[in-house]
């Protein structure tokens, strides 16, 4: 059926170009895009348009963004969302950046009614029906080691489309809830018992800290260290595989 939106990004797509020099420059320096097909990149380059097109990308404490920088910040954002399309991110209106990491000031008010005020530094937050905050220090620095920060943070926001974000984003039709939650409950629990034994996890820890760590960390991890998350967790990278429809060892390589 005809709708204005989809009517708009014909329009923008044929009228507007990514410049090529950056583009060519950010598809050789990130290895998140190895192994993408031409087609691929292609589509890719589609989404980031549109993203930057719809999306607000601004910096906060007198952070200026240049436009390179936004165009690496929303070629990762646009990555797990390549085979899903743009409308999986309609919850995400704009993305703050900070010059580095920040304190988040939270409020909650507990069982007794009594209100609780928290501070925490952190280098990223996605915040439900708000915007995405990034630490431009950590955005710029592309982990081996499966840590993709940007990736971490909007996997929350496709969490966060069933509501309050808890590990179960909306799986698609030929997926099984119960078949999710069993391969995630058993990865889960398999980081909490190495966390608190005290050994050096395989993947980043902070997966133990909830359930909703967990599916943002092996989101990472799926992109920025498929064959790790592979080895380590065969079933989960199964459900990722299905949720995001990629593949990114088969495109990547061991």
Same mark, same amino acid.
């Given at each position: ?42 589509? #890719? ?32 954002? =646009?990555?797990?969302? #390549?085979? #899903? *399309? ?24 507990? &069982? ?17 029906? *708000? ?55 058993? &990865? ?25 760590? =967990? ?9 920025? &260290? ?26 990547? *390589?061991?």
């Amino acid at each position: 059926m005809w709708s204005f939106r989809a009517w708009r990004r014909r329009r923008l797509l044929q009228r507007v170009a990514l410049p090529q020099a950056q583009w060519r420059e950010l598809v050789t320096s990130l290895g998140l895009l190895r192994g993408l097909s031409a087609e691929e990149l292609r589509r #890719l380059q589609q989404l980031v348009l549109l993203f930057l097109a719809e999306k607000s990308v601004v910096g906060v404490q007198g952070l200026v963004l240049s436009d390179a920088m936004r165009l690496r910040i929303a070629v990762q954002a =646009c990555l797990p969302v #390549l085979a #899903l *399309g743009l409308d999986w991110y309609r919850d995400v209106r704009s993305v703050l950046v900070y010059p580095g990491g920040f304190v988040a000031r939270h409020e909650y008010q507990d &069982a007794d009614g009594v209100v609780h005020i928290e501070r925490a530094a952190l280098s990223g937050e996605a915040l439900e029906q *708000g915007p995405v905050i990034l630490s431009w220090e950590d955005v710029a620095a592309e982990s081996a080691a499966g840590v993709n920060l940007v990736i971490h943070e909007f996997a929350h926001k496709l969490d966060m489309l069933n509501g309050a974000a808890n590990g179960l984003p909306p799986l698609h039709e030929d997926m099984s809830v119960q078949q999710w939650s069993a391969d995630f409950s058993a &990865a889960y629990a398999s980081l909490v018992a190495e966390v608190e034994r005290g050994g050096v996890t395989v993947l980043d820890a902070y997966a133990a800290k909830d359930p909703a760590e =967990c599916f943002a960390v092996l989101s990472e991890a799926f992109f920025a &260290a498929p064959a790790l998350l592979q080895d380590s967790y065969p079933e989960v990278y199964g459900q990722l595989q299905l949720f995001y429809r990629q593949d990114p060892v088969l495109r990547l *390589g061991r």
